[in-house]
Nanobody, 121 residues
């Protein structure tokens, strides 16, 4: 089970830190991804990290502004979001147990419930 938190309302240029808390001992063996979905749009890839944290992947739209990380000892994944823009407004989801590409939502088996991020201009 995954529980995403940390969303909220922030002004453009601000920062938020999202967390994804996982239950169970298998979190450390799973690759993880963050996705987001804005109203009326498809769910899109934001960032991914392998099980050990040694490899990370980012969408071009967030590269240089967002940082994905994980703490396997705490069964937690994080997404640090800096220099936020109004176009980052969306519900953000964490997901684990990837079977294929990092970039496609259909490749992940388990999903959190999402946390809403709203960036005002």
């Amino acid at each position: 089970q995954l529980q995403a938190s940390g969303g909220g309302l922030v002004q453009a240029g601000g920062s938020l830190r999202l967390s994804c808390a996982a239950s169970g001992r298998t979190f450390r063996s799973y690759d993880m991804g963050w996705f987001r979905q804005a109203p009326g749009k498809e769910r899109e890839f934001v960032a991914g990290i392998n099980w050990s944290g040694s490899s990370t992947y980012y969408a071009d739209s967030v590269k240089g502004r967002f940082t994905i990380s994980r703490d396997n000892a705490k069964n937690t994944g994080m997404l640090q979001m800096n220099s936020l823009k109004p176009e980052d407004t969306a519900k953000y989801y964490c997901a684990v147990d990837r079977s294929g590409s990092y970039y496609y939502a259909k490749e992940y088996r388990y999903w959190g419930q999402g946390t809403l991020v709203t960036v005002s201009s």
